[in-house]
């Protein structure tokens, strides 16, 4: 009997945990960065799959057929906005989505770079904090009895990163005026340089799609020389050898890697958003400071 009872209540157990799994709001985020901001506010009321996996470049991200099943199956689709997902529009025609689509910028002043609006506003703190209240937003108006939970995560991730600004802001305060400038593959940090007051130099434009010519890197060989910019950094998602290239010819340092566009795999450097940011003022304060 008392087996019998065991099993009974095994068996409760197990379908009360299927119930509240399949109660999860289905969210499909476009990048990893994206994807790990909703799970950081959904909690495990929901369910996060990124279309832009980790240490993938959403700028020349093709979408597949399994993508548009994705997005077909969403209750949620969260984007950043900006010009970021150029290939969106395709992807929820052959989708047929009537999800709602949540642009996580909204409220951003867009930063201009070369006539268009520069879409890496995550590289600022205090911009990914509107990030959060946008999701949040969006995911209690899609699933409101789980309003609380929502607010009470979204309240706990804003401290941790009104924490990590002060964190990076304390580091950038031990760099000498005159070395915070570095040169990166393209233009993905114009947020953070507006923030925090590290100058960014890039051989890229705004897109990784974009192509640099022999002319721009004597160029930017020249500027280096002349600015005597200190350190030069590789991204997570471009070819290294230009910045080598240019490391070769200036004597600047290669401060190490910084990641842009997309975080790394659970066991690489920067698996959460906050690991990012963490991991690339750790590499610019290590390469700048002295």
């Known amino acids: 009997m008392r087996r019998l009872f065991w099993i009974i209540s095994l068996a409760f157990f197990a379908a009360s945990g299927a119930a509240r799994a399949d109660e999860r ?21 929901v369910n996060v799959v990124a279309l ?27 984007v950043n906005g900006l010009g970021f997902e150029g290939w969106l529009p395709r992807l929820l025609q052959a989708s047929g989505s009537k999800a709602p689509v949540v ?9 201009k770079l070369g006539g268009a609006a520069d879409p890496h ?25 789980d309003a609380d939970a929502f607010r009470a995560n979204a309240g706990a991730y804003l401290a941790k990163l009104d924490a990590l600004d002060r964190e ?46 022999a002319r721009d890197i004597a160029q930017i060989i020249t500027q280096v020389k002349a600015a005597k910019i200190p350190a030069v950094f ?12 240019i490391a070769a010819e200036t004597g600047a340092r290669v401060g190490g890697t910084l990641y842009s566009d997309s975080l790394t795999g659970e066991k690489g450097d920067a698996p959460t958003y906050i690991d990012m940011v963490r991991h690339n003022i750790k590499a610019l304060t290590g390469a700048l400071a002295n």
């Open 52 to 78: 832009v996996g980790p240490d993938s470049d959403a700028h020349v991200y093709a979408p597949t057929p399994a993508d548009a099943r994705k997005v077909a199956d969403a209750k949620l689709l969260v």
């Open 234 to 245: 590789l991204e997570n998602i471009n070819d290294p050898r230009l910045i080598q290239r």
């Open 168 to 213: 990076v802001r304390e580091a950038v305060a031990t760099i000498p005026d005159a070395r915070r400038k570095v040169i990166s593959t393209h233009g993905a940090f114009g947020y953070f340089a507006d923030a925090y007051g590290i100058q960014f130099v890039a051989p890229l434009g705004v897109s990784t799609e974009a192509e640099v010519s």
């Open 121 to 145: 506003a995550w590289q600022s703190v205090v911009n990914a904090k509107l990030y959060v209240g946008n999701i949040r937003d969006s995911l209690i108006v899609v699933a409101p009895a």
């Open 25 to 45: 709001v289905n969210v499909v985020a476009s990048f990893s960065i994206l994807a790990d901001i909703v799970r950081n506010v959904g909690g495990d009321r």
């Open 103 to 111: 642009v996580a910028t909204k409220g951003i002043t867009p930063r």
